[in-house]
């Protein structure tokens, strides 16, 4: 299907528009390559993003992180990118103002919550759910794989019955999940489909007793019942009235059509989205664990790049990284394709080099490297730039903000319960004072072994308001993305810890710990331009990555991490 064919059907079926989200039936997860509609209809390769097709007409919705992107990937002339985030209240009025009256869509790519949204505040606009245009095959065979319960802190039985319990004090007879990262963590089953997420994409429902039936077509190897999208159906269509728990938020719309009107469908947050969001003891020690492993490839990483960078290529960063992280124990994957934007590609936030895009480095410009790895016992994201050759007094001045920034969200003390809306502006205050910004969150959740960007808590200006709590890990990345010049972002894992040193209080008083261990480019600071404070935070976080890293380097690497780490 082509934009032209969808163009025409919308006049077979008499439409005035039709909308292709970037995702499918597993509502903010991962896709793979092959079920990117988007890129199979446009061009753009965004991880989010939204097309509206009308009878003239076609847009491209996108936030700030891939303004620059949509515009080198996208063909202007016949497409027009819209700078605001893929938000279904942002498509209705684009809708609105282009004035569409009938607009098709694929219920299964849409949350209740969209629809309901969509209906209450543009009631002019009829959505009618017109089924899947662009048709993307996926693979249908999946394996599926148990994860040790010495990783995981919990067993599925125990887990099972904490849904059960929530079920019971609802009155409730089952709790249909349908994130994949929810079902995962609840049954401590994972795949290997999707590059970079071991998430299964299935549903599951748990019933009162603590009974759990995964949902999903071509899934097997797994110790637990399995029955297929038709069985799904033909469950809520059997249901005789029982009473279903579900995540309005994260259910697609399909399913809520499927239901009625047999079953009694009653929202509810999803559960395992709250459990998972406070790693148990065991995961936090994995997440420690994996951090120092993760430290050590990179660190070896940035001590060859400190020998060899000047005539390498973005290309060769991404093989030498992963080179050096698949030696670390316990390692699966990347959490998500490795950006490495040298010079002006550093200014696209979410690059990420290919054959046609690769820079040589070259002595002079700044290096962004975004990178990651999914390990037995955790995940990990971290954010370095670094100089390649002597940085200009510019890139000294934007690096040393952004340092600022990033320190100011570091060394928060707070209330427990607070939004992490709330947080967002200790770093980004920092950047206003001198008239820059940044069109990302400050912070995004984090799981253990699964998602790289974990709801329901994040740091930005439209961070949901949920509370956050101890044991949660969040990420610190401000930035500064100059265009067509070079790109600064510094991010660390943080996780939240009660506060030291504070009498007890009411409500408890939170404060985060760093997780990542590798050092932070000190030829790019102006150590002039730090407060006493600032100073003392980084010598400090320095003096604890050389502390937990050197025992594991090599004595060339260690003299080198030693120099790095140096104080201020």
């Excluded at 089953?189 to 009974?211: C, E, M, Q």
């Amino acid at each position: 299907m082509t934009l032209d064919a969808i163009k025409q059907r919308l006049v077979e079926a008499d439409l005035d528009a039709y909308v292709v989200p970037h995702g499918n039936r597993f509502l903010g997860q991962d896709i793979l390559p092959q079920e990117h509609k988007l890129k199979y209809l446009c061009g753009f390769s965004g991880s989010a993003g939204a097309l509206i097709v009308t009878r003239q007409n076609v847009f491209l919705l996108v936030d700030g992180r891939y303004e620059l992107q949509a515009a080198d990937e996208v063909d202007g002339k016949k497409i027009t990118v819209v700078h605001q985030a893929p938000f279904m209240n942002n498509i209705c009025q684009l809708l609105g103002e282009q004035g569409v009256q009938k607009v098709g869509y694929d219920a299964w790519c849409f949350s209740v919550t969209d629809i309901e949204n969509a209906a209450r505040w543009f009631k002019e606009i009829a959505f009618i759910d017109v089924g899947d245009w662009v048709q993307i095959e996926t693979p249908k065979n999946v394996p599926i794989f148990n994860r040790d319960v010495k990783y995981a802190g919990l067993s599925r039985e125990e887990k099972s019955q904490i849904v059960a319990k929530q079920l019971v004090d609802q009155q409730a007879d089952y709790f249909l999940l349908t994130s994949a990262d929810s079902v995962s963590w609840l049954l401590n089953i994972y795949a290997h489909d999707l590059p970079y997420s071991p998430v299964v994409r299935a549903f599951a429902t748990v019933s009162a007793d603590g009974k759990t039936v995964l949902y999903g077509d071509g899934l097997h190897g797994a110790d637990i019942e399995i029955k297929g999208w038709r069985d799904l159906e033909e469950f809520l269509q059997n249901a005789n009235g029982r009473t279903i728990l579900y995540d309005a938020h994260v259910m697609p719309e399909k399913i809520r059509q499927m239901a009625a009107p047999s079953a009694n469908l009653l929202k509810s947050r999803d559960v395992c989205q709250i459990l998972k969001a406070e790693k148990n003891a065991v995961e936090m020690q994995g997440m420690i664990n994996c951090h120092i492993r993760d430290g050590v490839a990179l660190t070896k990483f940035l001590c060859w790049l400190d020998e060899n960078g000047p005539g390498q290529t973005e290309l060769d960063v991404v093989e030498k990284l992963h080179q050096l992280r698949q030696e670390q124990a316990l390692f699966v994957s990347e959490s998500f394709a490795t950006i490495a934007g040298f010079g002006s590609n550093g200014a696209i936030v979410h690059y990420q080099p290919s054959e046609k895009t690769n820079k040589k480095l070259e002595a002079g410009n700044l290096l962004l490297l975004d990178s990651g790895g999914q390990y037995f016992d955790g995940t990990t994201d971290v954010t370095r730039t670094v100089a390649i050759g002597r940085p200009s007094a510019e890139m000294i001045a934007d690096f040393t903000q952004v340092l600022k920034a990033h320190i100011a969200l570091a060394k928060a003390r707070f209330p427990e319960g607070i939004g992490g809306i709330k947080l967002d502006v200790l770093a980004r205050s920092q950047m206003w004072q001198k008239g820059t910004d940044y069109k990302h969150g400050t912070g995004h959740g984090v799981a253990c072994f699964g998602n790289v960007h974990e709801g329901p808590i994040s740091i930005s200006v439209g961070a949901s308001n949920y509370g956050l709590k101890a044991n949660m890990v969040l990420s610190d990345e401000p930035g500064i993305y100059r265009e067509n010049a070079y790109g600064i972002r510094i991010e660390n894992l943080l996780k939240i810890q009660p506060a030291v040193g504070l009498k007890s209080t009411e409500p408890q008083y939170l404060e985060f710990a760093v997780l990542t261990k590798a050092p932070i480019d000190k030829r790019l600071i102006d150590k002039y331009l730090l407060t006493e404070g600032e100073r003392a935070w980084l010598n400090n976080y320095h003096q604890s990555v050389y502390d937990d890293l050197a025992p594991h380097l090599t004595d060339n690497e260690k003299l080198w991490l030693k120099e790095a780490c140096s104080p201020l």
